[in-house]
């Protein structure tokens, strides 16, 4: 039977392939030779499926979708104050090429354009300029799961029409941002924008991103989650350029865009999308690209900063018999479900003939770390007040570890605190 979502991505891809405007990079003029009608789109699940439509496993070179996975490979070498002290997070209104730098210091003004991509191919890990690339090469492989190479014409292209990239890294070693030989770094970041991938790769690449740095392929932990969450904070504000504000507001991805027409886009803990339409706009962003995740992320209601939710009640049963007070919760506990379930119970517990209270976590899903910080905290307090807490958990999770009391069914939390009130002295 044919899936719905292999048949949603069918016919975006149908109908965005009857775009057509948008005019392919010839800056580097070995990128002028890619095929306008070249289009391909893959969608990689953090559980390792892929859904793929049309050209998805071409090959074409990364250039400046390698940015962001550059950046978290300096950010895991070198750590984030090190990183953050040479480059900075502001976004800049500016072409990806902008030779502006910060003022008073002369750091790059973020990792996704140029300039700071520049420094970032310094940053990584290796003693000289080849073993940085071979991390570089070797990091960007891990994100895809599988072995990249490079693609020698288009970086000999590059490698002679580099003159604006050169200009930027000596203005850089001029104000002290940049350190080292400008030309080994540059063939660093030169190679890293030469790198082969497919629509498929940056995917998966993104995907790993959504997924706290682990490739959902491999299973292999690429970066950090810390280092993957900051990568995509920053693709979120600066990865698409001078565009950038307009894609949050029309899209509101993390995502990277690159002159060759590959996007990546990661959704946190959902899934990475590959896109490539060698068409640009005026950004420098894939036309088909663009327009395609627009209906992609509107169809779908996926836009990050404007979450959908229709999720039922976090306490979906509560009762109170005999002072006890019993909430079945039920659901993702963040920090709003926890706040609603705290604030009901310490309403309930200060009337004062409450002395007992069961938490039944049964129906529970995931739990945000901070909501089961304030869960313990309300059990602490309840304790304090001498009231009797059990949490049921038929999954043994210890979600909720200061009761010392815990059940697995509702029965035996009811049966336990009966007999606990009874041995306190007197029922009613
Ligand atoms: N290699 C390209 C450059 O440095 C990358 C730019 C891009 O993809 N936006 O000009």
């Given at each position: 039977m044919i899936n719905p979502i292999q048949e949603l991505l069918d016919d975006l891809h149908r109908r965005f392939q009857a775009v057509h405007e948008g005019e392919i990079a010839s800056?580097?003029?070995?990128?002028?030779?890619?095929?306008?009608?070249?289009f391909g789109l893959a969608v990689a699940t953090l559980d390792g499926h892929l859904y793929e439509a049309g050209d998805s496993s071409l090959p074409f070179t990364i250039q400046s979708v390698s940015k962001p996975f550059v950046y978290a490979l300096a950010l895991a070498d070198r750590g984030p104050d090190a990183v953050l002290a040479r480059v900075g997070v502001q976004p800049m209104?500016?072409?990806?090429?902008?030779?502006?730098?910060?003022?008073?210091?002369?750091?790059?003004?973020?990792?996704?354009v140029n300039a700071g991509a520049i420094v970032m191919s310094s940053l990584v890990?290796?003693?000289g300029f080849e073993a940085q690339f071979e991390r570089i090469l070797a990091g960007l492989s891990e994100f895809a799961g599988r072995s990249l190479d490079l693609d020698e014409r288009v970086l000999a292209s590059e490698q002679s029409t580099g003159d604006r990239n050169r200009a930027i890294a000596y203005l850089m070693r001029n104000a002290g941002s940049l350190s080292g030989d400008v030309e080994e770094v540059l063939s660093v970041y030169f190679r890293q924008c030469s790198i082969r991938v497919t629509t498929r790769d940056l995917a998966v690449m993104a995907a790993t991103l959504a997924n706290q740095g682990v490739n959902p392929l491999s299973g292999r932990a690429v970066v950090a989650p810390l280092e993957a969450g900051h990568t995509l904070i920053v693709m979120g504000t600066c990865g698409m350029y001078d565009y950038a504000g307009e894609w949050l507001f029309r899209v509101g991805w993390p995502a990277k865009s690159g002159v060759s027409g590959g996007i990546a886009a990661a959704l946190p803990l959902q899934f990475g999308i590959g896109i490539f339409s060698p068409p640009l706009d005026r950004f420098g962003n894939s036309v088909r690209g663009i327009a395609l995740c627009e209906e992609l992320s509107a169809r779908l209601g996926l836009h990050l900063l404007r979450p959908e939710r229709r999720s039922a009640p976090v306490v979906y049963w509560s009762t109170r018999e005999n002072g006890v007070l019993t909430l079945a919760l039920q659901g993702g506990l963040g920090f709003a479900e926890a706040e609603s379930v705290v604030r009901n119970v310490l309403a309930d517990a200060d009337s004062d003939s409450t002395r007992g209270v069961i938490l039944d976590l049964n129906r529970v899903g995931h739990a945000q770390s901070i909501a089961l910080s304030l869960l313990d905290a309300l059990v602490r307090r309840l304790k304090e007040r001498g009231i009797v807490t059990v949490v049921v958990d038929q999954?043994?999770?210890?979600?909720?570890?200061?009761?010392g009391y815990s059940c697995v069914t509702l029965d035996e939390a009811l049966a336990w605190i009966r007999n606990e009130l009874l041995a306190r002295g007197g029922s009613h």
């Open positions: 800056y580097i003029p070995e990128l002028a030779h890619a095929d306008r009608d070249s209104g500016e072409a990806f090429n902008s030779i502006t730098l910060e003022s008073d210091t002369g750091r790059p003004l973020n990792p996704m890990a290796g003693v999954l043994g999770r210890c979600l909720i570890d200061t009761t």
